[in-house]
């Protein structure tokens, strides 16, 4: 059939791979793809994909969006450490509008449009290059025709006074009439030059602006034929019918398809509706699942409104959604969803959303990437330094651990000024034992009095949400006691403390509280 004869490729025919267009850049990609030499299950959760999403992209079954292609060209280039050549990102380019058009020609405008408008930025860049350069040109031109003058003046004085000597010749004259004379029109075409670039570098402005306005127009009447389409699509009352069928007859991976592309596809309202029913009639790795697209797939502000349904959910599956969420932000959208989240309780009391969502950020980090740890709760701390901080706590905790010496690891965060995480991580560091004694006799004395002068200071506290008899304790009582407890206890060290305790004014109630074994060693000391 002829190409302008042929009607877009319905969704059905992408899938059955009828739409030779898409085929061909699904081959493109699957040829590409494997240089990487990774399986596409591990390639997706690379890219936090659908596996299913990934086989369909590569086999020609679904049209690969540009973000799809442009991170699969940068993992490449990564992988191979140089540049794909700039013919083969060209030819991919090209394909993906071919395919584009075939299947969506009213998306095809608009790719062609903004390809047109990138042409267009170049071209203005480069004539303001060129109107650079010849004003540097002009300029040079116009410094010499100065000096020749300049020179000729000087000359004439010259000759004025010995022409009698040596009188002025004519060949001379013509000599120097006629280098004047060059430099001048030098400069009258420099000047055509310069008004005939000025004139391009005008209209090509006028088109970008023309462009603009045309992508504008064409992004308005796509989105109201998109909002048109969503109104067509069947209700949700209808999709959940068929989710009830796929489950009686088993056909589970059908089902967590539909849930996937309803995660990114439907309105938000239908989302929310959907998870509702799964949390009621599907088995929890489904509902977890499909809360983990939503985080994935979702605009931001769609994510944190849909975090307040989710608190209600057991901790792990909060855990997975925010650890979902984790990839798609910098540290200042991870502060503002801080923030947003930071008076939205969990059904553990002791963890909040934001609380969850900063310990899935430490987590994600690589085991020694505790600089990128620091940055990301320096940001939060800048911007809201929420409670309660257990996850998040226990995160850096774990993550510290991994360290030789894991107690100087932790102080760069404490550092930080963040009081409240500060006196949790420390105060969790004293509870783990771990030679917590040896560790600090390994810091530098710098580092160990600024321990013992915040462990001293009477407001910084730690919350044991397990202890409904003691859930607050003074941090310098759990450091205290685990230096005590420690198998050779550290007389300088608690005698150190319960000076600096003293000063603070509650060494009585330190005692009183106090072990027999810290009570004994207290008594030792000359505090």
């Given at each position: 059939m002829d190409e302008l004869a042929r009607r877009p490729g319905s969704s059905g025919q992408v899938e059955t791979g009828a739409v030779p267009e898409v085929a061909m850049l699904g081959n493109m990609l699957l040829s590409l793809f494997n240089t990487l030499g990774v399986s596409q299950s591990a390639y997706a959760y690379r890219v936090h994909l659908d596996k299913s999403a990934v086989s369909r992209y590569l086999s020609g079954?679904?049209?690969?969006?540009?973000?799809?292609?442009?991170?699969?060209?940068?993992?490449?280039?990564?992988?191979?450490?140089?540049?794909?050549?700039?013919?083969?990102?060209?030819?991919?380019?090209?394909?993906?509008?071919?395919?584009?058009?075939?299947?969506?020609?009213?998306?095809?405008?608009?790719?062609?449009?903004?390809?047109?408008?990138s042409r267009s930025n170049r071209t203005i860049r480069r004539a303001r290059r060129e109107i650079d350069a010849l004003h540097t040109l002009l300029d040079s031109k116009e410094d010499e025709i100065r000096a020749a003058k300049s020179e000729m003046a000087e000359l004439v004085r010259d000759w004025s006074r010995e022409r009698t000597e040596r009188p002025?010749?004519?060949?001379?004259?013509?000599?120097?009439?006629?280098?004047?004379?060059?430099?001048?029109?030098?400069?009258?075409?420099?000047?055509?030059?310069?008004?005939?670039?000025?004139?391009?570098?005008?209209?090509?402005?006028?088109?970008?602006?023309?462009?603009?306005?045309?992508?504008?127009?064409?992004?308005?009447?796509?989105?109201?034929?998109?909002?048109?389409?969503?109104?067509?699509e069947i209700p949700v009352s209808a999709l959940l019918g068929e989710l009830r069928e796929f489950i009686k007859i088993n056909k589970f991976e059908e089902m967590s398809r539909e849930l996937t592309e309803a995660a990114w596809g439907r309105p938000f309202s239908d989302v929310v509706e959907i998870y509702e029913w799964c949390r009621q009639h599907t088995v929890p790795?489904?509902?977890?699942?499909?809360?983990?697209?939503?985080?994935?797939?979702?605009?931001?502000?769609?994510?944190?409104?849909?975090?307040?349904?989710?608190?209600?959910?057991?901790?792990?599956?909060?855990?997975?959604?925010?650890?979902?969420?984790?990839?798609?932000?910098?540290?200042?959208?991870?502060?503002?969803?801080?923030?947003?989240?930071?008076?939205?309780?969990?059904?553990?009391p002791a963890s909040s959303m934001a609380d969850v969502l900063l310990a899935a950020a430490v987590q994600a980090h690589?085991?020694?990437?505790?600089?990128?740890?620091?940055?990301?709760?320096?940001?939060?701390?800048?911007?809201?330094?929420?409670?309660?901080?257990?996850?998040?706590?226990?995160?850096?905790?774990?993550?510290?651990?991994?360290?030789?010496?894991?107690?100087?690891?932790?102080?760069?965060?404490?550092?930080?000024?963040?009081?409240?995480?500060?006196?949790?991580?420390?105060?969790?560091a004293a509870l783990m034992g771990s030679d917590f004694t040896e560790f600090l006799r390994q810091l530098d004395s710098a580092d160990l009095t600024y321990i013992i002068q915040f462990s001293s200071?009477?407001?910084?506290?730690?919350?044991?949400?397990?202890?409904?008899?003691?859930?607050?304790?003074?941090?310098?009582?759990?450091?205290?006691?685990?230096?005590?407890d420690d198998n050779e206890p550290d007389a300088e060290i608690i005698a150190s403390l319960c000076h600096e305790i003293r000063k603070a004014g509650w060494i009585d109630t330190l005692k009183a509280s106090a072990s027999r074994a810290l009570q004994i060693e207290i008594a030792k000391t000359d505090y």
């Open positions: 079954r679904r049209l690969a969006p540009q973000d799809f292609i442009d991170r699969l060209i940068g993992e490449v280039e990564a992988h191979c450490g140089s540049p794909i050549t700039e013919e083969a990102q060209l030819a991919i380019r090209a394909q993906h509008l071919s395919a584009l058009k075939a299947v969506n020609p009213g998306r095809y405008e608009l790719e062609a449009l903004r390809e047109e408008l002025l010749t004519q060949s001379s004259k013509k000599q120097l009439a006629d280098a004047t004379h060059s430099l001048m029109e030098e400069i009258r075409e420099l000047r055509e030059d310069l008004l005939a670039a000025q004139r391009n570098y005008r209209e090509a402005e006028q088109h970008n602006v023309q462009l603009k306005q045309q992508v504008r127009d064409l992004e308005e009447e796509l989105a109201q034929s998109t909002e048109n389409a969503s109104s067509r790795t489904t509902q977890f699942r499909f809360s983990s697209d939503i985080a994935r797939f979702r605009p931001l502000d769609e994510v944190v409104l849909f975090g307040e349904r989710v608190r209600d959910s057991s901790l792990p599956e909060v855990r997975q959604f925010a650890a979902s969420l984790i990839p798609r932000l910098t540290p200042a959208s991870l502060s503002a969803t801080c923030k947003a989240w930071q008076y939205i309780g969990t059904r553990s690589p085991p020694y990437g505790f600089q990128e740890v620091v940055r990301d709760v320096k940001a939060v701390s800048d911007e809201v330094p929420f409670t309660p901080v257990k996850e998040t706590s226990s995160a850096i905790c774990r993550i510290a651990l991994r360290h030789e010496n894991w107690i100087r690891t932790l102080l760069p965060v404490m550092h930080i000024g963040w009081r409240e995480l500060s006196s949790q991580i420390l105060g969790e200071d009477v407001t910084n506290r730690v919350v044991d949400y397990y202890t409904p008899t003691s859930p607050v304790v003074p941090l310098g009582s759990l450091v205290a006691e685990a230096v005590c």
